[in-house]
């Protein structure tokens, strides 16, 4: 007799329930839907209490649609920076979230980037499935749900991940098909970076940083931006039969410390503002911007990361692209100590991006666990 019976706890049941279609979910939701599914499978399926639209009041669609504010990049590099510096302040205190338009990324380029990962998607499952690896630091990752290793129920999204940095070693493990994926790929990586470390000097100097150099030991910021980390996350969530029982993404804040999304102009994000989920509406060739936890800790909780998910629906399929922008992989990310004062103590402890990785290899994801985990007190 196991030592713990006779105490009355419960044996660890030696049955395995394991759904038999558990191999079949972990190749994806493209997979499972070229099979011909009618129905959302139960791996799928929510607790009553997450489900998106839950209540009928939240499908008015005036009262959820918002738009988010607006900053003119082209105004930001002309003689009105400073009111586009006042409004990205307000901006990413009152929503953690700002649409960018006038920005200078040609049109085709977000046009070929949104075809060529299409394309990827489109590919035979065998090639896709190439680069399904299970270890989360590598250069390239096919995979489905949000962390398919962890996560009970699944999500309704499959992803390609690539890690942009240092490109000359990351580039030949990133996907040879379609053939024209590494290029379109590397071109906006490059441009986005661009933008990033444009919109990383303004959102400084909206926090009063303006000298750059303002980490603890005097380093520069901004040139540990410039050399750190980037990792583009291109987003399937195939039309879904019922979209109303699962989600495309969970409620998550983005680890980073800007992520710039692409999205097509299919509906699905949501952010959290003011205790209600509303929904982004698309501005074509326009940039969806978002603070991630490592500018919330950078800022000593001023800017503060926000929850946002996605939801799919059941006419089309919806493809994004994420660009998320932090420090390199051991470069630690602590609060500014000219942000810290009397009346703001320090918040945080110091974290970087290997201890996010290592902290979502051994526990599920959700909403702003790892950053809670962070916190100081
Ligand atoms: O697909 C979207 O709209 C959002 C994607 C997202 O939140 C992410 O990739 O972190
Ligand atoms: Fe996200």
Redesign the pocket.
């Known amino acids: 007799m196991s030592p713990t019976m006779g105490l009355g706890l419960k044996a660890k049941s030696t049955k395995t329930d394991a759904d038999p279609l558990e191999n079949q979910y972990q190749k994806g939701v493209i997979h499972l839907c070229d099979s011909g599914i009618k129905k959302v499978p139960n791996k799928y399926i929510l607790p009553v209490i997450e489900r998106p639209n839950r209540n009928g009041e939240e499908k008015k669609v005036e009262n959820v649609n918002i738009k988010l504010p607006i900053i003119d990049f082209a105004a930001l590099q002309g003689p009105n920076r400073s009111q586009v510096i006042k409004a990205l302040g307000t901006a990413c205190e009152e929503y953690g979230f700002f649409q960018v338009i006038n920005h200078d990324i040609p049109h085709d380029m977000l046009h070929d980037l949104v075809d060529v990962v299409q394309r990827f998607f489109e590919l035979p499952f065998e090639e896709r499935a190439k680069y399904m690896l299970p270890d989360l630091r590598a250069p390239v990752r096919y995979g489905t749900s949000f962390n398919q290793n962890k996560d009970g129920v699944f999500c309704w999204r499959d ?1 390609l991940k690539l890690m942009c940095h240092p490109l000359s070693d990351v580039l030949p493990s990133w996907p040879s098909s379609p053939v024209d994926l590494r290029e379109t790929m590397v071109l906006y990586s490059k441009q986005t970076k661009i933008m990033f470390e444009i919109l990383m000097d303004a959102v400084l100097e909206s926090l009063g940083l303006a000298s750059a150099t303002v980490s603890d030991d005097e380093v520069d910021i901004l040139k540990q931006c410039e050399e750190g980390s980037q990792l583009m ?1 291109a ?1 399937c ?1 195939p039309s879904c039969p019922e979209p109303d029982l699962t989600l ?2 969970p409620p ?1 804040s ?1 680890y980073g410390f800007l ?1 710039l ?1 692409l ?1 097509g102009e299919a509906e ?2 949501q952010i959290q503002h003011k205790g209600k989920w509303l929904t982004v509406k698309p501005l074509q060739n326009s940039f ?1 911007v978002n603070i991630g936890d490592h500018l919330e800790i950078f800022s000593n909780g001023r800017y503060k990361s926000v929850l ?1 998910r ?1 939801l799919v629906n059941s006419s089309k399929t ?1 493809i ?1 692209v ?1 660009s ?1 922008h932090s420090l390199s992989y051991n470069t630690t990310v602590r609060p500014c100590s000219k942000l810290i004062n009397e009346a703001n103590p320090r918040l945080y402890k110091d974290t970087d991006f290997a201890s996010f990785i290592e902290y979502i290899t051994t526990c599920e994801p959700k909403k702003k666990n790892f950053l809670e985990s962070r916190k100081l007190n």
């Open positions: 992803f996350v987003n969530y495309g993404m998550h983005d992520t999304l999205q699905g994000l969806v946002h996605v919806r994004s994420a998320l």
